[in-house]
């Protein structure tokens, strides 16, 4: 294996997987080779095969492995009765398809006409009428690549050089030694390969990293070394737990970053935290949904929603702390003087309540001057009247200028004061608890939005591959007519009716499906809210999401 940059793709790498010859009469397990094969054809995008000479009747039945792939891949875990054979969906995830011919020393010409490598490459795969069992044995791999491999490419080589003394070391001869139309084929075929080797993809359109490229190898391996067929479904599965939990991990880490950038702590009101917190997790589950796939279970998005839950409240907190914390110090600075008046006894005299009233009424004007105390500004303001509570009332007592009725009159419009001030500060955190209820029914329904958008994009992607494997089916079916194999034609055409049956139903049932599913994907990510999802549904009702019955 060689793992390169990509010469023109950024952010990819070019991963080549070279395997050992075919065809080896001293291997011990003659079944080898056809896993050798089907491992190729599962983890690449483009295989390249090649062979010496031309592509005739030994050609083709020594690539008799594409035969056995029927047996050697499965599609689905566990198929449903009579689709054991799940070969028809082969084609869906396939890579490409090139034949390399080396040192190939015919003329590109049929019935006289120049043809092209890649006429030749289908000329060569035209099925064959005839009875004799050697031609229907070379038909089978005919048949198998054409209807599995549906883009196909051919090039041939003309001999490196025919200097025989090169030629028994070619690996030492600079590239000038060698023939100039063999260094223009192989330019020609770098350059295919660079600009037509796509990403690799499984099924759904779901690109493979290079770490997934390895989870799926080990599976495969995994699979084959315990006796059993390679299923892409299970690998599937298996490469989604580990991808699902990487993007659940990469999206927190995201909302955690922006969140850091964005928040000044102290905020102004708790609901400018709450307004950068929704922008940040709607980037988050962005990053997971990108990232995601088969979360049939919507496991991996209820963790991420708990996730960003926990973290928020982590800042709502540091949020707090920082207000609590400028508070107190802005209320030290401003209360020096009142301080320094009840050290000294400034107000211990006759109308000196009148004095300390005053005088609280100043910290307090000030105080309410300061700018972005942050959501702890009237709990803290609070705490310091009650502290200065026994002072005031020993300040009250003590004031000989005051007649009895006149501190009875004092005391309790002290107590109606604070009494308001209970109120206000209720009012305050009834407020805030509604703006979280809010911030929580807004992340809910942004949950369900997104997973709509991606069940529609997927969908979309879905619908796409299976119009352009009916096409494929299409095309080969008349190619069957056409060559006179009415059999095969009939049961290619069974298969396409099938694929429409499929098609038309998912366009006629989307709108359902989609509704149920979304409707169970809410109920269980839902569960991320404990008791607090009764309310939820409440407010998503309100906000007109309609997902619920």
């Not at 000479?53 to 039945?61: D, K, R, Y």
């Not at 892409?232 to 999206?251: D, F, G």
């Not at 991420?304 to 914390?325: G, H, R």
């Not at 099938?498 to 979304?518: D, M, P, R, T």
Request: proline share 3%.
């Amino acid at each position: 294996m060689w793992c390169v940059p990509h010469p023109s793709e950024q952010n990819h790498t070019l991963v080549l997987l070279d395997t050992e010859g075919l065809g080896d009469v001293e291997k011990g397990d003659p079944k080898n080779d056809a896993w050798i094969f089907a491992l190729a054809v599962l983890l690449s995008s483009m295989l390249v095969y090649n062979s010496l000479g031309t592509i005739n009747h030994q050609a083709l039945e020594q690539l008799h492995y594409v035969t056995e792939l029927t047996k050697l891949i499965r599609t689905k875990s566990s198929p449903s009765p009579g689709e054991e054979d799940d070969s028809a969906e082969f084609v869906s995830f396939f890579p490409d398809f090139v034949w390399a011919v080396r040192d190939f020393t015919l003329e590109l010409k049929f019935n006289g006409c120049t043809i092209t490598e890649d006429q030749y490459l289908e000329y060569a795969l035209k099925l064959i009428r005839a009875q004799n069992p050697q031609i229907e044995k070379s038909n089978l791999p005919r048949e198998c690549i054409r209807k599995f491999f549906p883009r196909r490419k051919c090039f041939v080589f003309d001999r490196p050089t025919n200097d025989k003394e090169l030629l028994h070391h070619l690996e030492e001869v600079s590239e000038n030694q060698l023939d100039l139309n063999f260094q223009q084929q192989s330019k020609n075929f770098r350059k295919y390969i660079f600009t037509h080797a796509k990403t690799k993809t499984i099924q759904g359109n779901i690109t493979i990293t290079g770490n997934g490229l390895g989870t799926l190898a080990k599976a495969y391996v995994s699979a084959i070394n315990s006796g059993a067929v390679p299923c892409l479904e299970n690998a599937v599965t298996t490469l989604a737990q580990i991808e699902n939990s990487a993007a659940v991990q990469k999206a927190a880490e995201h909302y955690s970053q922006q969140m850091a950038q964005r928040a000044s702590f102290p905020t102004d009101t708790l609901q400018e935290l709450l307004d950068v917190h929704m922008a940040c997790e709607k980037e988050a589950i962005q990053v997971f949904m990108e990232r995601s796939f088969k979360d049939d279970k919507w496991e991996f998005q209820k963790k991420l929603m708990e996730t960003i839950e926990k973290k928020k409240d982590d800042f709502l907190l540091q949020n707090e702390k920082a207000s609590v914390k400028y508070c107190q110090n802005q209320l030290k600075k401003l209360s020096e003087p009142l301080i320094e008046g009840i050290m000294r006894g400034i107000f211990s005299q006759p109308r000196g309540y009148n004095l300390y009233l005053e005088e609280m009424d100043k910290v307090e004007k000030s105080y309410n001057l300061v700018p972005r105390k942050g959501v702890k500004a009237n709990e803290v303001f609070q705490t310091f009247l009650q502290s200065q509570a026994a002072t005031k009332e020993s300040i009250l007592q003590a004031d000989k200028a005051l007649t009895a009725g006149e501190k009875a009159l004092a005391a309790e419009h002290a107590k109606n004061l604070e009494a308001e001030k209970e109120k206000e500060l209720l009012r305050q955190k009834q407020k805030e608890q509604e703006e979280r209820l809010e911030a929580q029914e807004k992340s809910f329904k942004e949950n369900i939005t997104q997973l709509k958008e991606k069940m529609e994009k997927e969908r979309e992607n879905f619908l796409r591959e299976q119009e352009w494997v009916l096409e494929h089916k299409l095309k080969m079916q008349a190619e069957l007519l056409n060559e006179g194999f009415k059999k095969k034609s009939e049961e290619m055409m069974k298969e396409i009716n099938q694929l429409k049956e499929e098609v038309q139903s998912n366009k006629n049932n989307w709108s359902s499906i989609l509704k149920e599913i979304v409707s169970v994907a809410g109920g269980v990510l839902l569960g991320s809210l404990g008791g607090k999802a009764g309310k939820i549904i409440d407010g998503v009702k309100k906000l007109g999401l309609g997902i619920f019955r």
